[in-house]
């Protein structure tokens, strides 16, 4: 019996620390649990934010002698709400774009070595 070559290709490398596939699972996750949190976020400050406009047109914030900045600093806190949401957001895609950096940084690494 005689054993022909495979013609497959290799994908995993035997002098790596890690598993290609799992890299790529976990950027995965995170391009999709940061659209998830965005998406949350946003939701939330939007509800949010229609439930204070609905009560401020409706006069419950309002007071004799009020001020333009006085009705700044109502909103001032619905301005500031979905921060953490996109900060998390830009994150979570931060690390997601650096895995998939480092593996092809890795990739061709290897390609040149083996020149």
């Known amino acids: 019996m005689s054993e022909t070559p495979s013609t497959e290709k290799q994908t995993s490398y035997f002098g790596t620390y890690f598993d290609r596939d799992s890299i790529l699972r976990i950027a995965r996750w995170a391009d999709i649990i940061s659209w998830i949190t965005l998406t ?43 921060l953490p949401g996109i900060f998390y957001f830009f994150g979570l895609q931060a690390v997601s774009k650096i895995l998939l950096l480092l593996l092809d940084m890795e990739d061709n690494t290897r390609r040149a070595a083996k020149k």
């Open 40 to 82: 949350i976020y946003i939701l939330l400050w939007l509800s949010a934010l229609l439930m204070f406009l609905a009560q401020y047109y409706n006069g419950m914030f309002m007071e004799k002698g009020m001020t333009f900045l006085n009705v700044i600093n109502f909103f001032s806190p619905y301005l500031t709400q979905p």
